[in-house]
């Protein structure tokens, strides 16, 4: 890989002054995405600066909710006892993802900021926008059964390819993220990501320089009924074809409050509010359900290879309630 | 009674390769060390325009960057304009690296930049910078499958009986294509090349399943005598066929060491790998099946298609076993190859027969659904008592054994026949089943035996152990033959110092080399008796070698083992601290008067979600029947490998390729799927052995690429009886069962 200068950072103002400083500055923190796409050459940084050392890593009770340290690692999170009881969900779509042994290196805040798998992306030969912007979309007219059905630009048909912000999504979490002259904003976790538009070379609505210390969950009636379902093309280790997380807040047999976030379908978690819409008020039913999943898959437009996610993905959205709705 | 042969034992290599001790190509170090890292090329084909290494060269610790400008041409015709050379009379027109301005397929070799250490190197690699005249490519062999043509080696297909008029009159017919993608190999160590020179003699620590084949091929490439090549492999991370040809990256390591005048190292990335080596060549076939409405087959015709690269004819035999598997009167089955600018195929596990049985035993489970018939019981109405192809008899085929046992394991006969009749609560379950079959190759080789007379043996073949257990079943046959324990027994494979054996491919390692062993420790016990008997008080006189055998340090006879000699005493009495005695061992006159073949029988059970086409293969059954077993531990393990490639090829396994660039874009293991063991549920290995005194001394056949001959078909079938649904292109993903 490229030379670059490794720094340790002391405490996190440090850190988020250090990548301030340096447009081609990273923050390096479990290194499960970024080591990999730095030996490929599509990762360039100068710079990086190791935030392992941060005290980022208590999940704690917080305000009824939960606040869960950016460095904490996937494995502590998904196994701990408020993030199990709390928020199945987000248990669920953690452990969805990679491998035991990834899950064991990667941070929360890490996995939120895994780029893409487009396989352009990671083939320096191949044009990419978000790559190397201005150099076309390779996926647009290429290989693209991996790609974005909602949301996409003719610059980027690329997903986001992670599991965990799915759940957060659905769970109403925030990002709170802390910039280089020391203010601290939170940012909504579906406003965390954004899509390509002309801008594909940005994922997200961090500043450069800004430092995700903590996820914080509000309190949640989800727990009881929530579920999250990734379909792929092995049983495990594989990025979602489709992925969904159902939330359902239940009243009896009737829905009261509903959350539906697709994943694997666009360049960020893609959350169907008139899916939820069409949940609130009705009985848990599978006919219900597949009005909601047909409302979230409205709209979409596939590519070349990917038709099959629009199909697929209502499926999936049925069965993800009917799992949440304990119907299945 | 046999000691060790036919028992249980773990690997003798085992605790080294566990414990780090074991050595790969990669991990052997010279003084002085450099480290080559290979800059691949952007477009697949036409010529490099202009090539930059300014900055590469200019990069912290490079020693030198190769291209095609500076590179010295390799191979025997020095003076060629253009590699890979295409000249008739020149039989090696394997791809040699950094030859000529020409490009024959994406992400080729271009350049390799030569630095103090790996990440210098690899760091440079970047900044060399490539243009290039590219010319229109085709990379599609859907596209170019018409322009087929027969393999130049090998007579045309010939006809048996009159398969068209056969099929026209056929009373119940089907007809298909299958497809088959272009797989990679994929094994867990990448190749990897240390070169050493001193003077004019080279030493290469090469990953080969084949390391004289590697001296050959570098002693050509460098214009020196064979002898000066030396060539060592002794362990090898997994290779699938991926190292049966000496690819590019052995003769462009050796050809830096010289220029450089330094040892060099080079090891592919996962990516390299992908055009570093061969492939499975995308492969398209029709099947014509015709048959009396009592199920006797009349007719078949089985056409192939495959790739091949624009310098190299590959052919893989797809069609092959299709003329030994059924007894049926009439069949045609022709092989094509077709251009493609993609790099040459090569044989990968199970290499034509997989593909053409994954085509053919589908193909017979349609036919079983058009006449009504349980597929089971079609293959046994077509059941093959002797070789459809030749007439002679098998010397050996249990494969009706194997039929019955595994339909009995797994119990076939609760199938419903319907399609979607079968569930497990919402899940759709699928009973599928194939035939597997291989052949019974033996080829020539030969081993070494050092007897010592402190009762130890040193046994040497260059034979290759790319993982089924070859370390450890050549150790079992010597401490079997000579009467010793096996820690008694010390084997050495992987070097060309030691006596020349064939590659380990074709799944004949153990009737080849095995059978040298055998005939070696045999040899070993002549001397002895020999010996023996030039003392007038030998108890064995009168005996023939055949007579007697060795047994912990005696030497007996078989009929009377209180007739013995002690073999430390002999030795010592004729002053001999060792024997040695070395044999080849070729396949025997008596072969040819029969087919030798393997077979096997395979039963699947998978389990389909309806609504989200996702497949599970939840139970297999395989029953193998490939003759004497010598360590089923080994043996089991190398079957469930094959069941696992089997799921591998069925579900997963794809190269995909942007035609549109003519370049693979999945080269790494998160976007080429193979599968993990969340992937494999119950499979139970079984064999039903058997007594062939005609295949070899000792009645073994290969089993390593037999295991996954017929799995994909079998999980084909079960998809179908699970869904109704008949996908023909393999892998079946999720998306195809919507």
Redesign the interface.
Known sequence: ???FKYVRASDPAAAARAVAANPNAKFLAGGTNILDLM?E?VERPDELIDLTRLKLTEIKAAGGGVSIGALARNTDTANHPLIRRNYPLLTQAIVAGASAQLRNMATNGGNLMQRT?C??F??T??PCNKREPGSGC?AL???N?IHAIFGWSDKCVATYPGDMANALYALDAVVRVRGANGRERTIPAGEFHRLPGDTPERDTNLQHGELITAIELPKSDFAKNSYYLK?R???????A?VAVAAALEMDGGRVRTARVVLGGVAHKPWRSSEAEAALVGKPASQQTFERAAELALKGARPLAHNA?KV??GE??V??ALMRAARL? | MPRYIGKEMSRVDGVAKVTGRAKYAAEFRAPNLAYGFIVLGAVAKGTIKSIDTGGAERAPGVVRVFTHLNAPRLGPKASHEQSPPRAQEEKDKSFRALQSDRIYFNMQPVALVVAETYEQARYAARLVKVSYNAERHSTDTEAVSERGRFPSQGPPPKPRGNPEAAMKAAPVKVEAEYRIPVEHHNPMEPHAAVAVWQGDRLTVFDKSQEVYNVRKHLASSFNVPEENVHVVSPYVGGAFGSSLRPNYYPALTAMAAREIKRPVKVVYTRTQMYTGHGYRPHTIQKIALGAEASGKLTAMIHEAVHNTSTFEEFSDNTTGFTRQVYACPNLYAPLKITDTDLNTPTWMRAPGAVSGMFALECAMDELAYALKIDPLELRLINYAETDPESGRPFSSKALRECYRLGAEKFGWKQRKMEPRSMRDGRLLVGWGTATGIWGAFQMPATARITFRADGTAHVASATSDIGPGTYTVVTMIAAEYLGLRPEQVKFELGDTDLPRAPAQGGSWTTASVGSAVHGAALAVAAKLLALANREASSPLKGAAAADVEMLDGRLRLKADASKSVSVADVMRRNHLAEITETFEARPSAERRKYATMAHGAQFVEVKVDPDLGTVRVARVIEVTACGKIINPKASHSQEIGGVVWGIGMALQEATEIDHRYGRIMNPNLQHYHVPVNADVHEVETLFVEEDDSVVNPLGVKGMGELGMVGIPAAIANAVFHATGRRVRELPITPDKLL
């Open positions: 890989m490229r030379p030996k050459d798998r396989q352009y990671y083939d030969a191949m390779g007219g290429g290989l059964r379909v093309d092995r049983a495990s280790y594989a990025f074809l099959y199909e697929l499926r999936a049925v069965r299945a």
